[in-house]
């Protein structure tokens, strides 16, 4: 379930005040404060420039999971791992479904599959897609580092995004298979009048 910006907000400053102090390290610190109170609640959708200590426990954090469109980039220190965000595809009619809702949809991964993704229809409208990309850290992608570092792994997130969430992984794979399913019992075009109505 999705929550509110508000709450996002509340969560994001509650972390950072049970930790107290912690919040003055940075990813890059050659040593990482282990004498951590509490961990924080995993944020499924970052934004802004934040920090999070969470458990080596917990499983999202192990997954490096995030909510937002992220991508592997390079990076020269092999103990941080760094993502940035793709952004996200919207219609270019800028439509909306039945239920008065934008199509927000997930960029693919990988560079060829996005630009296929982009020559492809809007699942609403069947008008074109296009990619808004993430420009929120000075111009560039917000980017997102973890460290793992003993009992703890280390969030920190540089630049706010300046795009519509996309929909979630979930939700992309539910979309997807219910594109299957109706393309396999339909005729090509006028296809999916909405990909949220069935949910």
């Known amino acids: 379930m999705l ?5 996002v907000v509340m969560e994001q400053k509650d972390s950072t005040s049970r930790n107290g102090g912690m919040a003055s390290w940075d990813i890059n610190d050659i040593k ?3 004498d951590v109170k509490h961990t924080d609640w995993f944020q499924e959708w970052p934004d802004s420039y934040v920090k999070h200590i969470y458990s080596s426990e917990d499983k999202n954090a192990q997954r490096h999971h995030s909510s937002w469109a992220m ?5 020269h220190n092999s103990r941080i791992l760094k993502k940035s965000c793709l952004g996200v595809v919207v219609c270019g009619n800028d ?11 997930r ?3 990988c ?10 229809c809007c699942p609403n409208c069947s008008g074109p897609l296009r990619l808004i990309s993430c420009r929120g850290h000075g111009g560039y992608p917000v980017t997102n580092f973890w460290r793992h570092e003993g009992q703890f792994i280390f969030f920190q997130s540089k630049g ?29 075009c006028p296809r999916l009048k909405t990909f949220r109505e069935i949910k």
Do not use: M, V, W
Not at 166 to 173: H, I, V
């Open 107 to 109: 960029p693919a991964i």
């Open 32 to 34: 990482l404060p282990q």
């Open 3 to 7: 929550k509110d910006a508000d709450n």
């Open 71 to 75: 991508r592997n980039t390079n990076n």
């Open 160 to 188: 706010a995004h300046d795009h519509p969430r996309p929909e979630t992984k979930l939700e992309a794979e539910a979309r997807r298979s219910i594109q299957k399913a109706q393309t396999a019992f339909s005729p090509p």
């Open 111 to 120: 560079d060829k599959a996005r630009q296929k993704q982009q020559r492809k």
């Open 95 to 105: 439509c909306s479904t039945l239920d008065g809702r934008k199509i927000y949809l």
